[in-house]
């Protein structure tokens, strides 16, 4: 039952968390949720030109040198080097995400960035600077350079209205930029984010310089960006730093980290005695009251503040708890769940459109009347995943409501609704092919976030286009969390009794009830082709032969598309031609059905979807190998069509 804790004991925790939290804020906080590898470019420089007697051995070593970056990226490292020898010649390279990012777009970032690169053609150095990252290599050790090399700055086009609001903002990036040029170098891994009312603000210094030379590096950059004001957006760029400020938001507000403590320039030792000093009475009071608290637990008979069903949601006691609405208020939001404010429904309940007093208008989903254990233990999953997860392409809980035999979620409200509306309802026909490929990669960064980017592994077991909403600007969030399940650190699978929606779901886990991530991988992969052909996964349609027999489903009639060669026939025929790449559709029909292979294990991660999306690597050595019970169905049939039953796990790792 979802009760509060003592009042005694909550102003207890009260205090222990405020003081605490200063010091821990940098452990709790989840990934950067953005989802957004921003690889926009702002310089690339190429070095001369290789000479020609070396260029073959130069191209292998720089090959493995760059192939290690992007292997060690996918290992959720922000900063790494490498260096490979071969005869007389060397190569030596590094890579820099900045922190906020998440670890998929850090690795999508050097994907891309490693792509670019290769594109100096024989090149002796180079060097390459996206917003998201930097990449780099040489045939000289330049790890601990700082301010040699390619520097510059690049600046926005718009500034503050009024004369007044100009000067203002641009004394307040200088106050903000120089606090950070004095706190970065004394921050471990040389990185932080600061925001005030209005600006948002990030250095970073190569991990591998001294301190001096990370607050020479920044000093000079200090300087130099100052050449970008009054302008609302600047960046500069060094061989060891990176600034950037702008009046837009660029990382998510759990990335700031309080540089406070790292400004005073007093004696550093001093210091030090005082940070350990009160981190050492923080630990006595904790251990102190975590006593008190054991005892009081002992005494008193209160429930669980979150009921979870046993072995169901293995680490869901360290979940927070969400905020409680009360049922009146939803209902006067929702004129009393009128059918008229009805946004959708499914298994479980209504959802409703609903405008509280404050204005903020909600998406109330009314589960219908909890009747049976498994309703309560639905509800109590999705309250309970939902308020900790945050990500830009997961929908965001607001809230719950319980009063009696009445259970509502409360979200917040998509104004385009489901994608599943607008691919086959009255809009059908309506979207363009970017917006589609948007949605494509936007659902495999919530994946991702979910399988891989969580403190512990979430499988959704419903993704299908219906669970998928969209919000004004059309940005896909996935939603209905009420069949998910945590994944222990120890498994890599689980058994358990079927859930889900028949056409989405993974044949090992429809037939056997086994459980993994790479369950959403395959309902995801239909998901692709629903999106490309406009087409309901389980819409039958009769095949040009004249058997009566001869009836086929979206995934058996993708499957024999791509044998055949004929991908584009998938296509809505409502896109226009030229609206679209053909090699990018071409793409992403590969990579879905990459997802949709008989075998979990043949089956990219979602993180590697990512990087397949947004790195352009090619796909020559990517065969997917169709599911034996479509083959031997097409083959039965006498289609003319030779398997491709090969995968390259290399190119797969993205690295």
């Known amino acids: 039952m979802l009760k509060s804790l003592p009042l005694s004991l909550l102003k207890v925790l009260a205090l222990i968390f405020k003081f605490w939290s200063r010091w821990t804020l940098l452990l709790l906080m989840f990934e950067g949720a953005l989802g957004d590898p921003q690889i926009n470019s702002l310089i690339k420089a190429c070095g001369a030109l290789v000479p020609t007697t070396s260029l073959i051995n130069f191209k292998k070593i720089l090959n493995a040198t760059l192939e290690d970056l992007r292997n060690q990226s996918t290992r959720k490292n922000y900063f790494a080097t490498s260096h490979n020898v071969m005869g007389d010649d060397t190569v030596y390279g590094m890579f820099q995400c900045r922190r906020y990012l998440s670890n998929t777009d850090c690795a999508a970032c050097v994907a891309a960035a490693t792509a670019d690169i290769l594109s100096c053609s024989g090149g002796i150095s180079s060097h390459l600077v996206y917003d998201g990252c930097s990449l780099r290599y ?22 503050s209205k009024g004369e007044t609001n100009k000067d203002d903002f641009s004394e307040e990036v200088k106050q903000v930029l120089n606090k950070l040029q004095i706190a970065t170098p004394k921050i471990p891994n040389y990185y932080a984010a600061t925001k005030t009312q209005s600006i948002y603000a990030i250095a970073q210094c190569v991990e591998t310089v001294s301190a001096n030379s990370c607050h020479a590096c920044l000093n000079r950059g200090f300087n130099d960006i100052q050449g970008c004001l009054p302008y609302t957006d600047g960046r500069e760029y060094d061989a060891g730093c990176f600034m950037r400020y702008s009046h837009k938001p660029f990382f998510a507000d759990n990335q700031i980290i309080d540089i406070t403590p790292f400004l005073d320039k007093g004696d550093s030792r001093k210091k030090s005695y005082i940070i350990f000093g009160v981190l050492g009475g923080v630990a006595l009071i904790i251990m102190v009251f975590f006593g008190l608290y054991r005892r009081l637990c002992a005494g008193l008979s209160f429930k669980k503040t979150m009921r979870v069903p046993k072995g169901e949601i293995p680490g869901a006691t360290k979940l927070k708890a969400p905020i409680n609405y009360k049922y009146n208020d939803l209902k006067a939001a929702t004129n009393n769940f009128n059918g008229e404010n009805r946004l959708g429904g499914g298994g479980f309940g209504n959802v409703y459109k609903g405008t509280l007093k404050n204005g903020k208008v909600i998406a109330a989903k009314k589960l219908f009347s909890v009747q049976s254990k498994k309703l309560e233990d639905d509800f109590e999953s999705e309250v309970k995943f939902l308020s900790n997860v945050h990500h830009r392409n997961l929908v965001r809980l607001l809230g719950f409501c319980k009063k009696g035999q009445e259970r509502i979620i409360v979200y917040e409200y998509m104004t385009n609704g489901s994608l599943d509306k607008l691919l086959f309802g009255k809009k059908k026909g309506w979207l363009n092919w970017k917006q589609r490929y948007d949605m494509v990669l936007g659902t495999a960064r919530g994946l991702a976030y979910l399988h891989e980017e969580f403190y512990v592994s979430i499988i959704h077991r419903d993704i299908k286009s219906g669970n998928i909403l ?133 089956r990219p991660k979602m993180s590697q979807v990512v990087v397949l999306l947004t790195s352009k690597a090619q796909l020559e050595n990517l065969q997917p190998s169709m599911p034996v019970f479509i083959e031997s169905n097409l083959k039965s049939q006498g289609s003319n069509f030779g398997s491709n039953a090969t995968v390259s796990d290399s190119i797969l790792s993205a690295r």
């Open 470 to 602: 969209l919000d004004h600007e059309l940005q896909p969030k996935i939603s209905d969390f009420g069949l998910a399940r945590f994944l222990p650190s120890d498994q890599s699978k689980l058994n358990t009794r079927f859930a889900g929606t028949l056409g989405y779901t993974a044949p090992e886990y429809a037939i056997y009830g086994q459980l993994s991530e790479k369950v959403d991988t395959y309902s995801y992969g239909i998901v692709i082709l629903e999106i490309i052909s406009g087409r309901k996964s389980t819409e039958i349609v009769k095949n040009n032969n004249n058997d009566d027999d001869d009836h086929e489903y979206l995934i058996k009639q993708a499957w024999k598309l791509y044998e055949q060669g004929k991908h584009l026939e998938l296509v809505d025929k409502n896109l226009d031609p030229n609206d679209y790449d053909v090699e990018e559709v071409k793409r992403v029909i590969e990579i879905a059905l990459m997802c949709t292979q008989a075998s979990p294990s043949k």
């Open 138 to 159: 040489g045939p000289f050790s330049f790890f601990t350079d700082a301010i040699r090399g390619v520097n510059g700055i690049l600046c926005g086009n718009q500034t």
